[in-house]
RNA sequence: GCCGGUGUGGCGGAACUGGCAGACGCGACGGAUUCAAAAUCCGUUUCCCCUUAAAGGAGUGCAGGUUCGAUUCCUGUCACCGGCACCA
């Protein structure tokens, strides 16, 4: 065996691949090979296109870097490599999203400082990547937790801090110009006029429309994690990260006012190419509804307003209900009565029920009478009002008119109460019975009274006409709704950035100048979350910090004298923060006096269409897993927004091209009774798997997990392999957006690919050139069509069908075993040269060792991309199939030119057609040039 | 329950606008090479029937439909995956 390897020590092999791999990299990272210049540096190209390719940064965690990860960065980096060589300037960076839970819970484990535990997952993270040869210009890389990164998401957040957003105009505008045309009466308030308000109205108006407002919100407060959590980071009441219980409590804490974007959010989902999923979950996320705030009168209570997107169903409102937080319910309770105390007891139990408690017998309401009467507007009939939990506060107006006769949860409401149902909408062929309610549209019915009728209007007039009878009276409005809720920013935790605000003795807050930014978060020795009952952030701990003054914590001394003793915040931004904008960064990382220049935003962000019109985003290829289709996806499209509103950036969207990789998945292997069994405890014999010692067992897939110990560590197959091999097999194994299974066996498949190329461009005894005197035209003219496959392949991110062509074409250009001369085969010097750069973008490490034995110029990185012949990629003959009534009879070789009396003409002679037809003639011929030929008898 | 996606050989998958189903890879089988093996190369490999071969039949989750022709379009249905889930 040693002999052997001996004989070949220039096959293609593990111990070959990383050492050129190796010896590349270094030579590449000398070469600063993929280092990319901006406007204004010099060498800078200002005549190519642009390319901005994006990776979602990933989260470095202990653990390091599982085989899932790669599978995208190898995809984009094909697609760089590609532009590279098709003349583009590539911006390719990458970089740490590191604040956040998971690191701080990690470090509150193993008792080391996160800032420790995050470096080094990030040293790991940065030596893994680098061992796969991505082309990152890792001269931009940075971290959300440096300083000088985190300066600029505070300066973002006091640009939401100092801004509102002006509904009329549809955008956000500086503070100040509210505060402006308020002074000078260009604007009203809502309330009490401005002259009316003292310094401190003024100051609390002005606060209350800031985008960054502090805000007083049921919110969901896990004790274990000893945070807060936003609404979407709460699934059926546990907390996304660990699963534990999450309470609801009222607690004053930073907002953004995401929810005065909802519109836009929405609609400017028409102007970027994203995956239709993905565009559909944010739309449903919004949750935009159109319909009618109905007022009703409640005698002595005032009115109460809800909101409906069925106005038309109206008169069938037998009766309300309010949320439990509604302060209808409260004034209820305070009013006495003899309900009083059964609707205190129901609103202090619903106040205490988790969500997952409210969730689990969600079909069995539960509700209590508040004694209080409403007028129904229509009939001018007196209804109840109840409370109920299955009307959410948050939602419209906390408050609902019940149609239990078209909607199956006041139906069931009703059922349960024993509320009267009225039938107010017949929908074509659907009788009501009153056992179960009808929704949908239909014909209003029983809908007359005194001040307004619309039976028999369809319930799109009907609308219409109960709205426009609302509106002449006063009793309520067209009106539109969003599930989107404002978005709870602060977390009760270390391991995030500090906000850049301070409280005066009186607990007004003041902002730190942009001139202070950063505002750094202070080294803390205990830093573990206080698991309480009521939040208590961990730097709180940091009393030195915490009590200063306003000079010293950078408030502007026109905002407060410098003496003034101030709080400092001791809440800290989420993980999300971060996020929300290196994309932005990275055109420009090491800008001091900027969050990042107007030209380089300019250029890399502003795209033009070949029209001219501009693109709405500026990323144009932004890869990442679909479990972040919304939040964060949704996230850094408003910060977006609100940097395009205030002039910051110049394209409405962040992310003009998005593309999600599919999951990567394992096998997994089951026993009968359904329990799993780990992989190494599996064995196959004659084709089915069994259990060592046990019984047969069948395949799944599943997730990888350690107790299935079906996970793959990405460095023991580069050891194996290659690098080369690992992108081609990530690559090879499917389409880029589909999940699949993992499957160890199968990287062989690539790898001997890699020998066969190997094998036809160098003698694995001597490692010298193997070069055809001359080119076979068969080989020429696949290698043309392979070009032309590859380059297609790319642009639709089909990586999979782009190498399973260049496999075919190393197959074809295969010297036969038995050839003596390796001259009289193979590839020329010119074809191996431009089939080097086709593979390059996938196997970069051997196509660059090739290319420089093939004396290529410069780096093949650098090098041009080929291009097919149109010419080349048709024959002059081509085979048809002959159909006799769908089924092919035979196959002929026509001219690609022959039109379609020809072909019939070739087909309608064919020996074997003449016996199928025996003797009849076909009583139609369809013919499709260069594909088919069907006769129908 | 609602929305979206996916179902193709033993396995991963291919098939661009309705036009030769199964490219390419794995595995399996056979052969060459070898003292032997590994590696490599060549060949076969959807299933069924018959088999020396030829020929035939069925076939893209299932049941229908449109069409000269359907993996592709339409209707219904089942399974799996993902998302949402009292949003009035």
Same mark, same amino acid.
């Given at each position: 065996?040693?002999?052997?390897?001996?004989?070949?020590?220039?096959?293609?092999?593990?111990?070959?691949?990383?050492?050129?791999?190796?010896?590349?990299?270094?030579?590449?990272?000398?070469?600063?090979?993929?280092?990319?210049?901006?406007?204004?540096?010099?060498?800078?190209?200002?005549?190519?296109?642009?390319?901005?390719?994006?990776?979602?940064?990933?989260?470095?965690?202990?653990?390091?870097?599982?085989?899932?990860?790669?599978?995208?960065?190898?995809?984009?980096?094909?697609?760089?490599?590609?532009?590279?060589?098709?003349?583009?300037?590539?911006?390719?960076?990458?970089?740490?999203?590191?604040?956040?839970?998971?690191?701080?819970?990690?470090?509150?484990?193993?008792?080391?400082?996160?800032?420790?535990?995050?470096?080094?997952?990030?040293?790991?993270?940065?030596?893994?990547?680098?061992?796969?040869?991505?082309?990152?210009?890792?001269?931009?890389?940075?971290?959300?937790?440096?300083?000088?990164?985190?300066?600029?998401?505070?300066?973002?957040?006091?640009?939401?801090?100092?801004?509102?957003?002006?509904?009329?105009?549809?955008?956000?505008?500086?503070?100040?110009?509210?505060?402006?045309?308020?002074?000078?009466?260009?604007?009203?308030? =809502?309330?009490? +006029?401005?002259?009316?308000?003292? /310094?401190?109205?003024?100051?609390?108006?002005? &606060?209350?429309? #800031?985008? @960054?407002?502090?805000?007083?919100?049921?919110?969901?407060?896990?004790?274990?994690?000893?945070?807060?959590?936003?609404?979407?980071?709460?699934?059926?009441?546990?907390?996304?990260?660990?699963?534990?219980?999450?309470?609801?409590?009222?607690?004053?804490?930073?907002?953004?006012?995401?929810?005065?974007?909802?519109?836009?959010?929405?609609?400017?989902?028409?102007?970027?190419?994203?995956?239709?999923?993905?565009?559909?979950?944010?739309?449903?996320?919004?949750?935009?509804?159109?319909?009618?705030?109905?007022?009703?009168?409640?005698?002595?209570?005032?009115?109460?307003?809800?909101?409906?997107?069925?106005?038309?169903?109206?008169?069938?409102?037998?009766?309300?209900?309010?949320?439990?937080?509604?302060?209808?319910?409260?004034?209820?309770?305070?009013?006495?009565? =003899?309900?009083? +105390?059964?609707?205190?007891?129901? /609103?202090?139990?619903?106040?205490?029920?988790? &969500?997952?408690? #409210?969730? @689990?017998?969600?079909?069995?309401?539960?509700?209590?009478?508040?004694?209080?009467?409403?007028?129904?507007?229509?009939?001018?009939?007196?209804?109840?009002?109840?409370?109920?939990?299955?009307?959410?506060?948050?939602?419209?107006?906390?408050?609902?008119?019940?149609?239990?006769?078209?909607?199956?949860?006041?139906?069931?409401?009703?059922?349960?109460?024993?509320?009267?149902?009225?039938?107010?909408?017949?929908?074509?062929?659907?009788?009501?019975?009153?056992?179960?309610?009808?929704?949908?549209?239909?014909?209003?019915?029983?809908?007359?009274?005194?001040?307004?009728?619309?039976?028999?209007?369809?319930?799109?007039?009907?609308?219409?006409?109960?709205?426009?009878?609302?509106?002449?009276?006063?009793?309520?409005?067209?009106?539109?709704?969003?599930?989107?809720?404002?978005?709870?920013?602060?977390?009760?935790?270390?391991?995030?950035?500090?906000?850049?605000?301070?409280?005066?003795?009186?607990?007004?807050?003041?902002?730190?100048?942009?001139?202070?930014?950063?505002?750094?978060?202070?080294?803390?020795?205990?830093?573990?979350?206080?698991?309480?009952?009521?939040?208590?952030?961990?730097?709180?701990?940091?009393?030195?910090?915490?009590?200063?003054?306003?000079?010293?914590?950078?408030?502007?001394?026109?905002?407060?004298?410098?003496?003034?003793?101030?709080?400092?915040?001791?809440?800290?931004?989420?993980?999300?923060?971060?996020?929300?904008?290196?994309?932005?960064?990275?055109?420009?990382?090491?800008?001091?006096?900027?969050?990042?220049?107007?030209?380089?935003?300019?250029?890399?962000?502003?795209?033009?269409?070949?029209?001219?019109?501009?693109?709405?985003?500026?990323?144009?290829?932004?890869?990442?897993?679909?479990?972040?289709?919304?939040?964060?996806?949704?996230?850094?499209?408003?910060?977006?927004?609100?940097?395009?509103?205030?002039?910051?950036?110049?394209?409405?969207?962040?992310?003009?091209?998005?593309?999600?990789?599919?999951?990567?998945?394992?096998?997994?292997?089951?026993?009968?009774?359904?329990?799993?069994?780990?992989?190494?405890?599996?064995?196959?014999?004659?084709?089915?798997?069994?259990?060592?010692?046990?019984?047969?067992?069948?395949?799944?897939?599943?997730?990888?997990?350690?107790?299935?110990?079906?996970?793959?560590?990405?460095?023991?197959?580069?050891?194996?392999?290659?690098?080369?091999?690992?992108?081609?097999?990530?690559?090879?194994?499917?389409?880029?957006?589909?999940?699949?299974?993992?499957?160890?066996?199968?990287?062989?498949?690539?790898?001997?690919?890699?020998?066969?190329?190997?094998?036809?461009?160098?003698?694995?005894?001597?490692?010298?050139?193997?070069?055809?005197?001359?080119?076979?035209?068969?080989?020429?003219?696949?290698?043309?069509?392979?070009?032309?496959?590859?380059?297609?392949?790319?642009?639709?991110?089909?990586?999979?069908?782009?190498?399973?062509?260049?496999?075919?074409?190393?197959?074809?250009?295969?010297?036969?075993?038995?050839?003596?001369?390796?001259?009289?085969?193979?590839?020329?010097?010119?074809?191996?040269?431009?089939?080097?750069?086709?593979?390059?973008?996938?196997?970069?490490?051997?196509?660059?060792?090739?290319?420089?034995?093939?004396?290529?110029?410069?780096?093949?990185?650098?090098?041009?991309?080929?291009?097919?012949?149109?010419?080349?990629?048709?024959?002059?003959?081509?085979?048809?199939?002959?159909?006799?009534?769908?089924?092919?009879?035979?196959?002929?070789?026509?001219?690609?030119?022959?039109?379609?009396?020809?072909?019939?003409?070739?087909?309608?002679?064919?020996?074997?057609?003449?016996?199928?037809?025996?003797?009849?003639?076909?009583?139609?011929?369809?013919?499709?040039?260069?594909?088919?030929?069907?006769?129908?008898?």
């Amino acid at each position: 065996m040693d002999e052997q390897r001996n004989e070949t020590p220039y096959r293609y092999g593990a111990t070959l691949a990383n050492e050129l791999e190796e010896r590349w990299q270094r030579a590449w990272d000398d070469a600063g090979a993929y280092r990319t210049l901006n406007p204004g540096e010099p060498g800078f190209q200002a005549d190519r296109p642009k390319f901005y390719c994006l990776d979602m940064f990933p989260y470095p965690s202990g653990a390091g870097l599982h085989v899932g990860h790669p599978l995208g960065y190898i995809a984009t980096d094909i697609v760089c490599r590609a532009r590279r060589m098709q003349g583009f300037n590539v911006l390719h960076p990458m970089g740490w999203d590191a604040f956040g839970l998971p690191a701080e819970q990690y470090a509150v484990q193993t008792g080391v400082h996160p800032a420790v535990t995050t470096r080094k997952a990030i040293e790991t993270y940065r030596r893994q990547l680098k061992r796969f040869g991505f082309c990152y210009d890792w001269s931009r890389e940075f971290a959300t937790i440096d300083p000088e990164y985190y300066r600029w998401t505070q300066w973002i957040w006091l640009q939401c801090y100092g801004a509102w957003y002006d509904a009329d105009a549809q955008r956000a505008r500086p503070i100040a110009e509210l505060e402006a045309e308020l002074e000078a009466g260009r604007r009203q308030p =809502e309330g009490p +006029s401005w002259a009316s308000l003292d /310094a401190v109205g003024r100051q609390a108006y002005l &606060d209350r429309h #800031r985008l @960054a407002y502090l805000g007083e919100q049921t919110v969901n407060w896990c004790p274990k994690l000893g945070t807060v959590l936003a609404n979407e980071e709460v699934i059926d009441g546990k907390s996304e990260r660990g699963g534990y219980p999450v309470l609801r409590m009222p607690l004053r804490q930073w907002m953004f006012r995401i929810t005065a974007y909802a519109e836009r959010l929405l609609s400017d989902l028409d102007l970027v190419d994203w995956p239709d999923s993905t565009r559909t979950m944010q739309a449903e996320w919004i949750g935009r509804s159109e319909g009618a705030e109905i007022d009703f009168d409640v005698p002595g209570f005032g009115m109460l307003r809800v909101f409906t997107t069925r106005p038309d169903t109206l008169f069938g409102a037998t009766y309300m209900v309010v949320a439990p937080e509604h302060p209808l319910v409260d004034a209820a309770i305070k009013a006495g009565g =003899e309900h009083a +105390s059964t609707v205190r007891e129901y /609103a202090a139990l619903s106040a205490n029920r988790s &969500d997952v408690d #409210r969730q @689990a017998d969600s079909k069995q309401k539960s509700g209590v009478d508040t004694g209080l009467r409403a007028v129904n507007p229509a009939t001018g009939e007196a209804i109840p009002v109840w409370t109920a939990d299955y009307v959410l506060m948050g939602y419209g107006t906390g408050a609902i008119m019940a149609v239990p006769a078209h909607d199956e949860r006041d139906f069931a409401f009703a059922r349960a109460f024993g509320l009267p149902v009225r039938q107010v909408v017949q929908i074509d062929g659907v009788v009501f019975d009153g056992n179960a309610a009808t929704s949908g549209h239909g014909a209003a019915c029983n809908s007359s009274g005194p001040n307004c009728s619309i039976d028999g209007l369809d319930t799109t007039k009907a609308k219409a006409a109960v709205i426009e009878w609302l509106m002449k009276t006063g009793r309520g409005a067209r009106r539109v709704n969003f599930k989107l809720r404002d978005w709870l920013f602060s977390r009760q935790r270390y391991w995030g950035e500090p906000f850049p605000i301070v409280y005066d003795e009186t607990g007004r807050h003041h902002p730190v100048s942009e001139r202070a930014l950063p505002v750094l978060l202070p080294e803390l020795a205990d830093y573990k979350p206080i698991e309480s009952d009521v939040p208590m952030p961990p730097l709180g701990k940091a009393t030195d910090w915490v009590n200063t003054t306003a000079g010293e914590a950078g408030v502007d001394s026109s905002v407060l004298a410098p003496s003034t003793p101030v709080r400092r915040e001791t809440n800290t931004m989420p993980g999300w923060a971060g996020s929300c904008w290196y994309y932005l960064r990275y055109c420009d990382p090491a800008n001091k006096s900027r969050m990042l220049s107007n030209e380089s935003e300019r250029y890399w962000l502003q795209s033009q269409r070949s029209n001219g019109t501009m693109h709405a985003g500026g990323v144009d290829l932004y890869i990442g897993g679909a479990e972040h289709a919304v939040l964060h996806l949704l996230y850094a499209r408003f910060w977006h927004k609100v940097l395009f509103d205030l002039g910051h950036v110049g394209t409405p969207e962040p992310f003009g091209r998005l593309f999600h990789q599919g999951m990567l998945t394992a096998y997994a292997y089951q026993r009968q009774d359904g329990s799993l069994v780990a992989v190494d405890q599996v064995e196959e014999r004659g084709g089915t798997h069994h259990e060592r010692g046990g019984g047969p067992v069948t395949q799944v897939i599943a997730k990888m997990s350690k107790s299935l110990r079906n996970v793959i560590n990405p460095d023991d197959v580069i050891a194996e392999y290659g690098a080369d091999t690992f992108r081609l097999y990530e690559m090879s194994m499917g389409p880029l957006e589909a999940s699949k299974p993992w499957n160890t066996r199968d990287i062989a498949g690539v790898h001997r690919f890699l020998q066969r190329v190997w094998r036809l461009a160098l003698d694995e005894r001597t490692g010298g050139l193997l070069v055809a005197r001359q080119a076979d035209p068969a080989v020429e003219r696949l290698l043309h069509r392979t070009v032309h496959k590859v380059t297609g392949d790319i642009d639709r991110l089909a990586f999979n069908t782009a190498i399973a062509s260049m496999i075919e074409f190393v197959n074809a250009a295969t010297r036969p075993q038995d050839m003596k001369d390796p001259a009289d085969g193979g590839l020329t010097h010119a074809q191996l040269e431009r089939f080097v750069r086709v593979l390059a973008p996938f196997a970069p490490h051997a196509a660059e060792e090739l290319w420089s034995k093939l004396g290529g110029s410069g780096l093949v990185v650098h090098a041009p991309w080929p291009i097919a012949d149109p010419a080349m990629l048709v024959d002059d003959e081509v085979e048809i199939a002959v159909q006799l009534m769908g089924k092919v009879r035979a196959r002929i070789m026509v001219p690609t030119k022959a039109d379609a009396t020809q072909i019939e003409s070739i087909a309608l002679g064919h020996p074997d057609v003449l016996v199928h037809l025996a003797g009849k003639s076909p009583r139609k011929v369809i013919v499709v040039p260069g594909r088919m030929v069907n006769l129908v008898l």
